[in-house]
Structure formats: C-alpha cells, structure tokens
C-alpha cells in the first residue's frame, strides 16, 4: 500500500483513517466516510481501484468535478475516464473499448448514465468497487440533493459482490442515516475523521461600512500577491460592484452568480481553475464543482446565514494543507437582513437558531475554532492560535456611559428610531427626516460626536448582542429597549464593552507560506530551510507554462504544497525531485528535466 501510494502520488505517508478505510475496502466491505473538504477522500477508493483487479466505478455529480479528478489521475500516470454527457460518440466508443479490455482502472459517471448503463456496460466489465462521491446528495435534508441519486439503490441489488464506498464532508445523523439507508449497505463501517482544517485562519471584522470593507479587501489582496481566492457576498449586484471596484485596481477579477448565462460562468469558473484570474466574486452559486486545490484565501462580504454554510465556503481554501486565510465582514446591516429572511422563511425556528449560532461565532471573545468544532460535535482542549481572538484578544472596558447615551436617544424618540436614525441622532447631524421629527431637539442630540459612526455601529453590534435593545423585524426595524437595557440605562448596572481594534492597531501578518503545523498532522517532515522567494516564482512560471501545454491546470501540474517544497529543497537530480511528496513516478519522469535544470540554472546565477 506504501509503495503504490509513493509510486502514484509520491506521498510517504496516510493521512489518518486513510490507512484502515482502504484496508477496510480491499477486504470487499462497504465504507463510509465522512472527512472535511481537503481531507483527502479521494486516495481512500482511488488507491484500492489501483491495487485491485477491475476497473473502479465512481459516482460523481458534476462534469467539472470528474474531469478535475480525471486529471488529477492522469497527470499521475493513471488510466482514468470519465461518462458523462459531454462526451461524444466517438469518445464513447474507444471508452466502452478500453473498458471492457480491462485498461481502466478508474471509471467516473455521472448518476444518470450509471442507471443507464447498469444492464449494459456494466455487466460487460470486471468491477472492483463502486465509489459513490458527494454522497450526501442522496439526502433530501442535505444541500445539494440529487433525485438520481436515490437510485443508486439497484447497485446493491444487481452487484451484490462488489463493496460500495460512500464519501461525503456533510456530517450530520441524518445525511449519515439516509445514505446508509438508501445505498442499502451491509454493515457498513463508518469513519469519521476530524473536521479541523488547522491550515484555514479565521478572522472576523466586525462594524464596518463598505469604505472600510473595501480599503480591507485591496489590503488583503494585496498582501496574497499572485494568491488567488474566493469573495462571497450576499446577493449578485453586490458580487458585481464588488467585481468593478477589484478590476479599477487592475485586479484580475470574474463574477459568479445564478443570474449569469451558463457560458458566462463556465468561463468564469474555468478562468479560475486556470488562474487567469486571481478573484472570483460569486454569490453561494460558486463552489461545488471547484476541487482547485490552491484556493489560498476566501472572505466573506456578508455574514452567511448558518455555520454549515459558512463552513463550507471557507473550506474550498486550502485544499492542499497550505496555509489559507479566511476573513468574515459582520455588519449590522447584515444581521438585521438575515434575522428579516429567517423571521419570514417557512422554517423560522431552526433558521434563525441557525442564525444565531452564526452570530455568536462572529461575535465570540474565545478561540473561533473552538466554537466551530463545537458546533460539529467536535471538541478541542486548546485554543488555536490561528484566529484573530488567539492572536489578538479581545480587551473590554467600562462602557456604560456609551450605552447610556444610545439607550437613552432611543428612549426619547419613544423607539421610533432604526440603527441609521439612531446614528444620526448621537452625531448631530442634520439631515430633512431628523429635523422634521424635531430630533434636533432632543436632549441627547449630538452627545455622541466624539465618536466615529464607524464605531458607534460596533457599538451598537455589540450592545445587540449584549441583549440592551432588540430589533422589531416587524416595525420598521425599529430598536426596542429590553429590560436589561433598562438596568444599563437607569445605572443599575455596568456595561462592558471591547475595546475597538482597527487595521492599523493590530499585529502585523504572520510570516507567511511556511508550510505550518499541518505538518505535524500529516507526519511530513518540517524542513528548516528557508524558501527563496524569486526562485519560487520562476518555478511557478515554469508550472503554468507546463499546464497550458497540456491543457490542463497549474495545480495539477504540481500542487502548490509541492512548489514550496521544491522552492525549499532545490533538488538538483531527478532522484531528489522524485522523492519530493507530492511527485510520484510518473511525474519524476515527466517533469524532473525541467524542473532540476531550472534550479540549477536559478541558484548558480
Ligand atoms: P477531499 O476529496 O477530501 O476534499 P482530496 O482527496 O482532494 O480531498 O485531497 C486533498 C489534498 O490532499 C490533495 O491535494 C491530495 O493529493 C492530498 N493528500 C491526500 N492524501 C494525502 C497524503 N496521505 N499525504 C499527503 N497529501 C495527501
Ligand atoms: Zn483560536
């Protein structure tokens, strides 16, 4: 197993779980899988497909994720397929061909075409296992449920004999049960690896107007030269503007959302895989057919409306282990939008409990991950050290006297008054809808005015979140004064707010592209070398020069984990190159020439 492992995909080592759940296969049983995005699912049934006799048949719902898998295997010297309905007659045929000799090992479908071809090609052939990908669509309480997949049952029926693998990232009881249920599998043993992904950071920003998002965001970009990511935002106009703003600056930007016509976002999406553009500004459309595996950052515009969203999104950073960064913008605004959508959906109770969990994490003042992992079940006994509140804790002060002024503005326009009214209020100033309400005349007119607007918002994000006053969804969005506002209001009680950090105030950006504590993880070894930043670069050019070549992506060329490893070590033989993780036979010899002749080129000079 080692040694298949090292020959095609140059690694030295499993992943944990990796091990027992092919071990578990090649004794013909059927499996379950439950592992993050990134955990590396894929090697459970595609190193079992190589070790066995047959061809492997793997269930996939999107055309774009077979062909990057195809790839993928390809590129590592491995004989794999794909049917699906872009193919055409004559492709079927030399496909049906090659199947039936036995010459492939790995054969990816599409749900459709499998019930297709469950009395045809498939009992033409010598079948190992049948992988099923992206189980969780089989589930109708999932996300991306599929009708076709709730056939795949008759795989059961008609090959008793060949053992199932049903992999997924969604974790909960009831995607588990349902597709334990509706594969029909015979004593399944289930595997549930951990759903930390250490190498994503998490920071959040909270109370900022969309200036400041902006200036945020070209700072961002800026410090992830060259680094492409995702930014979701809430709805398509937003995605759009965002887009103008990136591409003003001259960044290589596409845009993403349902409302575009199927080519505009296959070439958006394929713009990305191939890293002509370094951002994607999408709506939630965006995500599911991406397996790029060198998504090195993703933010959030908005606030998303549950953690399993959330959690999603930012787990197509970072795929490949490296460190990614993560940044979640949370405004009032947001939060009074979403808490109106959840009040209105059809299941109000278990969307806004959703909502409200988001909304803790956002606003939390312990270690982010540890909410997160808690959130899935999970439990951590440390702090990360990889999110802003580790980094940078949060420090409180006695704020009473801010609450005050805010509770009591409220107070006197009887709660007639939404946060911007109120805002207004505190600053003194003078617009037509203020002075013909007569709020000018109010006794806490401009009592506010030492403090920024931007940072009344956190304020008053703060004091929500406090329980001082609630929203009425219902009136306007008009602020109501709870009773232990009251408390605060009236001096019965203190008020303890944070401290407001700026951009400016916090620490500067960890050093950055060390391939990090996953390593630990992983067992790889940490390399105590330093990275040559130019030579990188030229290695990087040397990369996109080989892909477009073949057509095919940088990243499957090399992963970018890959990249810095080579960047790090300088390998000046082919047996060096070879022995690199992440560089198998096939790509030794495909690739070493070039790549040692560069470095050698590069470090002489
Ligand atoms: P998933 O399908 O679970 O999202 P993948 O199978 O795409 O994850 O694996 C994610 C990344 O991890 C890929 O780049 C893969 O090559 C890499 N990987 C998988 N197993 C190992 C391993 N044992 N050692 C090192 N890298 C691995
Ligand atoms: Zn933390």
């Not at 992988?131 to 008793?160: M, V």
């Not at 290589?252 to 713009?271: F, I, P």
């Not at 003194?428 to 109010?442: F, V």
Request: glycine fraction near 6%; charge should be positive; hydrophobic fraction near 35%.
């Amino acid at each position: 197993m080692l040694q298949t492992l090292k020959n095609y995909f140059g690694y030295d080592s499993f992943r944990p779980l990796q091990q027992n759940i092919i071990q578990n296969l090649l004794a013909q049983k059927d499996t379950l899988v439950l592992m993050p995005t990134g955990g590396g699912k894929s090697i459970c049934y595609q190193l079992p497909a190589l070790l066995m006799e047959g061809t492997a048949i793997v269930v996939s719902p999107l055309i774009s994720l077979m062909k990057d898998q195809v790839e993928s295997l390809q590129a590592n010297g491995i004989a794999a397929r794909a049917l699906n309905s872009s193919n055409n007659e004559t492709e079927n045929i030399s496909l049906r061909r090659e199947c039936i000799q036995g010459k492939v090992k790995l054969l990816y479908i599409s749900p459709e075409r499998l019930l297709a071809e469950t009395n045809f090609l498939l009992k033409d052939i010598h079948i190992s296992l049948f992988a099923i990908d992206e189980a969780h669509c089989i589930s109708q309480w999932g996300h991306d449920f599929r009708p076709e997949y709730t056939q795949l049952k008759i795989l059961r029926e008609q090959f008793p004999k060949v053992p199932i693998i049903a992999l997924t990232a969604t974790a909960d009881k009831i995607t588990r049960k349902d597709i334990v249920q509706q594969l029909a599998l015979k004593d399944p043993q289930i595997f549930i690896s951990s759903f930390d992904r250490p190498n994503l950071s998490l920071e959040v920003k909270r109370g900022y107007q969309q200036k400041e998002k902006t200036r945020s965001i070209l700072e961002f970009i800026r410090k992830h030269k060259n680094e492409c990511g995702i930014i979701y935002c809430m709805s398509r106009n937003k995605t759009e503007s965002v887009a103008e703003t990136l591409k003003r600056q001259g960044i290589r930007t596409a845009v993403y959302h349902a409302g575009l016509s199927n080519e505009m976002r296959d070439k958006a999406q394929n713009d990305f895989i191939n890293d002509r553009v370094q951002v994607v500004c999408a709506t939630i459309a965006f995500g599911m057919g991406i397996d790029k595996s060198n998504v090195r950052w993703v933010i959030h515009y908005n606030l998303p409306k549950s953690i399993e969203s959330f959690y999603q999104e930012i787990g197509r950073a970072g795929r490949d282990g490296m460190e990614s960064d993560t940044l979640l913008f949370y405004s009032l605004g947001d939060l009074i939008m979403l808490s109106k959508f959840a009040a209105e959906s059809g299941q109000q109770e278990i969307n806004l409990e959703k909502l409200h969990r988001m909304q803790q994490y956002a606003e939390a003042d312990i270690c982010r991950r540890r909410i997160l992992l808690n959130y899935f079940g999970e439990t951590m006994d440390h702090d990360c050290g990889n999110c802003d509140v580790c980094r940078n804790p949060p420090e409180r002060f006695n704020g009473t006297i801010i609450v005050q002024k805010a509770l009591s503005a409220i107070a006197r326009t009887n709660q007639q008054i939404g946060t911007h009214m109120l805002i207004d209020i505190l600053k003194g100033a003078a617009n037509q809808e203020l002075i013909e309400k007569g709020y000018d005349k109010l006794k806490t007119y401009a009592v506010g005015r030492d403090i920024p607007a931007r940072d009344w918002q956190d304020y008053l994000l703060q004091m929500l979140n406090l329980g001082y006053f609630e929203i009425a969804y219902n009136e306007n969005n008009h602020l109501k004064i709870t009773e232990s506002g009251q408390k605060v209001l009236f001096g019965k009680e203190p008020a303890m707010l944070v401290v407001i950090k700026r951009e400016e105030q916090t620490s500067a950006k960890r050093k950055r592209q060390k391939p990090i504590k996953e390593e630990t993880l992983f067992q790889t070894p940490v390399l105590p070398q330093d990275e040559d930043e130019s030579l990188f670069e030229e290695l990087r050019t040397l990369r996109k020069k080989l892909a477009d070549e073949q057509a095919i992506p940088a990243y499957i060329v090399l992963s970018d984990k890959t990249l810095h490893q080579i960047a790090i070590l300088r390998p000046t033989t082919i047996e060096a190159f070879g022995s690199i993780s992440g560089i198998g036979e096939y790509k030794k010899e495909k690739y070493g020439k070039e790549f040692t002749e560069l470095i050698k080129r590069v470090t002489r000079k």
